[in-house]
Nanobody
Framework: QVQLVESGGGLVQPGGSLRLSCAAS????????MSWYRRPPGKEREFVAT????????NYADAVKGRFTISRDNGKNVLYLQMNNVKPEDTAVYYC??????????WGQGTQVTVSS
């Protein structure tokens, strides 16, 4: 079955960096577009970034553009999110997301990122 397992979250100071990973299994990762979403405390889940199956196209939310980079390793079935110059408003649970070819949504369990001094 499809599994998406995030890791790499934690406590980071403002201006610092963090890299999130999402290990994928149970589907053909190399032909699937992948995305990151996040849920800030007390708010709805929101889009962060997406990458095409072969990483030739990316798209970012305005709030993270220029600071975050989404990437993938199709040989290892891993999705990444490099977070630089983080801000307190980046505090959230970060989720890995994939929509299958038949339109079913899959989410990881999430990883907590806290930006605080």
């Amino acid at each position: 079955q499809v599994q998406l397992v995030e890791s790499g979250g934690g406590l980071v100071q403002p201006g610092g960096s963090l890299r999130l990973s999402c290990a994928a299994s149970g589907f053909t990762f190399s032909i699937s577009a992948m995305s990151w979403y996040r849920r800030p405390p007390g708010k709805e889940r929101e889009f962060v970034a997406t990458v095409s199956s072969v990483a030739d196209r990316t798209n970012y939310a305005d709030a993270v553009k220029g600071r975050f980079t989404i990437s993938r390793d199709n040989g290892k079935n891993v999705l990444y999110l490099q977070m630089n110059n983080v801000k307190p408003e980046d505090t959230a649970v970060y989720y890995c997301y994939m929509r299958s070819r038949v339109g079913r949504d899959y989410w990881g369990q999430g990883t907590q990122v806290t930006v605080s001094s």
